[in-house]
């Protein structure tokens, strides 16, 4: 089943609008070409600000994805005077708003270029926001019909060390999340995270790892699967192995009690649901692209989570659709926990796992101007890329260590089978710059290929 953005418009915002449109009167096609006039978009401002990370996350993220800190804040005016207001992570989105989109936008009825997802997130997030408050309505009530009063979120870090782990989900726990999403890294001892992180947890505390498929292959993934599946916390592994092994991925369902979770596309939706590879789906790109997919996911009766990463601007976008998708029951990530400012003046709440789902105009929140003052930045002219030096070491002396070589998440472009598979003990850490010839001389030969010390 799939929707087009006309199907979506015609039941969603044209439906909605058909009051304005009713009625025998010329007052009343008056009133309607007005309304209609109010929804073209007047003025659109972008704000680039960089958000610091909370310590702990810190440690790992500068290791990583140092520019995950870069967000861009688009405000939509409209000539109704209505302000609409969304957010890009500028380098990590499935599509951030050029200059040419917001050019083409200027004029145009924010009703009807919404469901674009060629927008990109801050603007397409910024126009449900804007034509939703002209309308004094919830963004849900423009997606669809609410089945959710309130929404599973996920405390999200990336793969860091046990303690770092441990001490994250205690905080997790504290502030009333139930769920865990990390990474599952061979440069990392996952059987001491999840021991150590299941220590500070209690067992109804679920905790996701995602392997991005780094266990290479069912026959070496299944073992240390199986080891892990034995903490009542965990409760999905993402991406084992490879997606396009579908007979893989039948082994590992087949193998291991725990749900599998998969990116929704690859491979195709109708082959991963046939051929069952998988328990569930990872969804989120743009609001068209996830409301399709969370039709065929409810066709097939599977669960997914929300996937859409940002500061708490897009993780409160994000409850508006687990309002209105009814196998959006799976913990959404949203990453917003790593960053010290929400960028709202009130912080998403969170009880027993769940948030609610806004039901005031647009998004249903109001932006931090004081805190966006304090934290903007001229726009990079790319993606920042400070030198970064990791040293991976073994517990038999050995060592190995990486320079970032600008892809995101680069260590993965050494991970798959260039390096030692998963080990007990192995852990990871940055080396600091300390601007001696030869951190500089490590540095380069790691930059070109990993440079492996033996004992």
């Given at each position: 089943?799939?929707?087009s953005?006309?199907?979506?418009?015609?039941?969603g915002?044209?439906?909605?609008?058909a009051?304005?449109?009713a009625?025998?009167?010329?007052?009343?096609?008056?009133?309607?070409?007005?309304?209609?006039?109010?929804?073209?978009?007047?003025?659109?401002?972008?704000?680039?600000?960089k958000?610091?990370?909370?310590?702990t996350?810190?440690?790992?993220m500068n290791?990583?994805?140092?520019h995950w800190?870069?967000?861009?804040i688009?405000?939509?005016?409209?000539k109704?005077g209505?302000?609409?207001?969304?957010?890009?992570?500028?380098?990590?989105?499935?599509?951030?708003?050029?200059d040419?989109?917001?050019?083409q936008?200027?004029?145009?009825?924010?009703?009807?270029?919404?469901?674009s997802d060629?927008?990109?997130?801050g603007?397409?997030m910024?126009?449900?926001?804007?034509?939703?408050?002209?309308?004094?309505?919830?963004?849900?009530?423009?997606?669809?019909?609410?089945?959710?009063?309130?929404t599973?979120l996920s405390?999200?870090?990336?793969?860091?060390?046990?303690?770092?782990?441990?001490?994250?989900?205690?905080?997790?726990y504290?502030q009333?999340?139930?769920?865990?999403?990390?990474?599952g890294?061979?440069?990392?001892?996952?059987?001491?995270?999840?021991?150590?992180?299941?220590?500070?947890?209690?067992d109804?505390?679920?905790i996701?790892?995602?392997?991005?498929?780094?266990?290479?292959?069912?026959?070496?993934?299944?073992?240390?699967?199986?080891?892990?599946?034995?903490?009542?916390?965990?409760?999905?592994?993402?991406?084992?192995?490879?997606?396009?092994?579908?007979a893989?991925?039948?082994?590992?369902?087949?193998?291991?009690?725990?749900?599998?979770?998969?990116?929704?596309?690859?491979?195709?939706?109708?082959i991963?649901?046939?051929e069952?590879?998988?328990?569930?789906f990872?969804?989120?790109?743009?609001?068209?692209f996830?409301?399709?997919?969370?039709?065929?996911?409810?066709?097939?009766?599977?669960?997914?989570?929300?996937?859409l990463v940002?500061?708490?601007?897009?993780?409160?976008?994000?409850?508006?659709?687990?309002?209105?998708?009814?196998?959006?029951?799976w913990?959404?990530?949203?990453?917003?926990?790593?960053?010290?400012?929400?960028?709202?003046?009130k912080?998403?709440?969170?009880?027993?796992?769940?948030?609610?789902?806004?039901?005031?105009?647009?998004l249903?929140?109001?932006?931090?101007r004081d805190?966006?003052?304090?934290l903007?930045?001229?726009k990079?002219?790319?993606?920042?890329?400070?030198?970064?030096?990791?040293?991976?070491?073994?517990?038999?002396?050995?060592?190995?260590?990486?320079?970032?070589?600008?892809r995101?998440n680069?260590?993965?472009?050494?991970?798959?089978?260039?390096?030692?598979?998963?080990?007990?003990?192995?852990t990871?850490?940055?080396?600091?710059?300390d601007?001696?010839s030869?951190?500089q001389?490590?540095?380069?030969?790691?930059?070109?290929?990993?440079l492996m010390?033996?004992?």
């Amino acid at each position: 089943m799939s929707f087009s953005r006309r199907d979506f418009l015609k039941a969603g915002v044209l439906g909605a609008s058909a009051f304005f449109v009713a009625g025998p009167s010329g007052a009343g096609v008056a009133l309607a070409a007005k309304k209609h006039r109010s929804l073209e978009i007047a003025e659109i401002e972008r704000t680039t600000v960089k958000v610091p990370y909370r310590e702990t996350p810190a440690r790992s993220m500068n290791r990583e994805l140092p520019h995950w800190r870069y967000s861009e804040i688009c405000e939509v005016t409209l000539k109704s005077g209505h302000v609409g207001f969304g957010e890009t992570l500028l380098y990590y989105t499935w599509g951030a708003p050029t200059d040419e989109a917001v050019k083409q936008s200027i004029g145009k009825n924010a009703a009807e270029i919404m469901w674009s997802d060629e927008l990109g997130a801050g603007l397409q997030m910024a126009c449900f926001d804007a034509v939703g408050k002209a309308n004094d309505a919830p963004v849900h009530a423009l997606l669809g019909h609410k089945v959710h009063d309130k929404t599973p979120l996920s405390w999200w870090n990336i793969d860091t060390s046990a303690e770092d782990m441990a001490s994250e989900c205690t905080e997790a726990y504290k502030q009333g999340y139930m769920a865990y999403k990390t990474k599952g890294r061979p440069w990392f001892d996952v059987w001491e995270q999840v021991d150590k992180a299941a220590k500070v947890v209690p067992d109804n505390f679920k905790i996701d790892m995602d392997f991005n498929d780094t266990l290479l292959d069912a026959k070496r993934g299944i073992p240390i699967l199986k080891d892990l599946e034995k903490y009542p916390q965990v409760q999905i592994f993402e991406t084992p192995i490879p997606q396009s092994d579908i007979a893989g991925n039948q082994a590992i369902c087949a193998a291991t009690d725990v749900d599998i979770a998969m990116h929704y596309g690859n491979p195709k939706p109708v082959i991963a649901i046939r051929e069952k590879i998988c328990d569930g789906f990872i969804i989120g790109r743009g609001a068209s692209f996830t409301m399709n997919g969370g039709a065929v996911s409810a066709m097939a009766d599977m669960p997914f989570w929300l996937q859409l990463v940002g500061t708490s601007i897009t993780a409160t976008y994000s409850l508006h659709f687990g309002g209105v998708l009814s196998h959006a029951t799976w913990p959404a990530v949203n990453c917003h926990q790593l960053y010290t400012h929400t960028l709202l003046t009130k912080p998403i709440v969170v009880k027993d796992g769940f948030a609610k789902v806004p039901d005031g105009p647009g998004l249903g929140v109001e932006l931090d101007r004081d805190a966006i003052a304090k934290l903007r930045v001229p726009k990079p002219k790319s993606r920042p890329e400070p030198k970064r030096l990791l040293l991976t070491t073994w517990p038999d002396g050995r060592k190995m260590y990486v320079g970032n070589t600008g892809r995101v998440n680069f260590m993965l472009s050494v991970g798959r089978g260039k390096m030692p598979y998963f080990e007990r003990g192995v852990t990871t850490t940055l080396v600091p710059d300390d601007g001696s010839s030869k951190w500089q001389e490590i540095y380069e030969k790691a930059r070109k290929a990993p440079l492996m010390i033996k004992p």
